[in-house]
């Protein structure tokens, strides 16, 4: 358990101090609880999925729910992290609270999801430190090369694309559809075929 408490611990100064350094660098008509947040939530959920990776590759006792306690765990502490950075350093802007719901909620659906990513590359792949490097290296990939063929393709196809509507808390209607497809590839069909690759190295 050692490995996943040094992985989280290292996550969550990482996105604590991604919260600080944007919000005391930006001008302070910029300073809001999104502009905090998002970059919190995006650096925590750079390491998220390795302690996904690792725990499913070395086929954990009740992985899901290991692997899923941290990510809202790590979540929560993003947001706390920002919260306390918005409240606390001056702001000139209008409403630094805006979206603040929907990046709540965000916070923890895009971490899940990156999770997710993590247990279902640990399962497929089998050797953890490998499947964690996959976890940056296939989703940010794909993400670079549809960025350069089809842009419009990001959200329904990449983990990163789809949570960018959560981050910057303009989360709507027309995203619902796009973050179901992505679900169903990353978070559900990866998690599928690596249980049933899993199953099969089994003597």
Known sequence: ?????????????????????????????DRTFASASGVAQSLISVGVPFIGAVAAA??????????????????????????????????TASDRWEHAPVLIIGAFVTQVVAQLTGTGLGMLIGRGWIAAAA???????LYGVLSATAPGARPWLTPYGSAQPWWNGEYGGSDVLPNVVMFALWGLALNLAGLYVARSRRP
Do not use: D
Request: proline share 3%; hydrophobic share 60%; no cysteine.
């Open 1 to 29: 358990m050692r490995v996943y408490r040094v992985i989280a611990g290292v996550t969550g100064v990482v996105g604590v101090l991604g919260a600080v350094l944007s919000h005391v660098g930006a001008a302070e008509a």
């Open 135 to 141: 976890t940056i290296v296939l989703p940010l990939g």
């Open 58 to 91: 070395r086929r954990e006792q009740s992985v899901y729910r290991l692997a899923i306690g941290y990510a809202v765990g790590l979540a929560a502490v993003g947001l706390i992290a920002s919260i306390l950075v918005a409240w606390l350093v001056p702001s």
